[in-house]
């Protein structure tokens, strides 16, 4: 029996000295019970990479994206109010020198 555990890897040849079988039949029982289990936790494995996580900005990341959001809109506003003002003093001054153009 101790021979059989050589011909497999590594966690199979634990859980086989492990669980301290009696005869080779049981041996064989444990061994292929083991490995149904190593599959599944494989396969399961593989299932959990496959899937993508998408994470949650936290809440101050949240926050950050607001301030920027509103600093850009404050930005936005300070320069249309600044083009406004201008284009309003040229607009009253229309007659200025009538001879240029």
Do not use: C
Not at 18 to 38: D, G, W, Y
Not at 66 to 88: C, P, Q
């Amino acid at each position: 029996m101790y021979k059989f555990l050589d011909g497999f890897n590594f966690d199979i040849a634990y859980q086989l000295r492990e669980r301290a079988p009696k005869t080779l039949a049981e041996m064989k029982n444990v061994a292929v019970s083991v490995e149904e289990n190593l599959i599944t936790k494989r396969n399961r494995a593989r299932a959990e990479r496959r899937t993508t996580f998408k994470e949650e900005p936290s809440v101050i990341e949240q926050k950050i994206d607001a301030i920027i959001n509103s600093m850009h809109s404050l930005g936005y506003r300070v320069g249309f109010v600044e083009r406004k003002t201008s284009w309003d003093g040229q607009q009253n001054n229309a007659v200025r020198n009538p001879n240029f153009r």
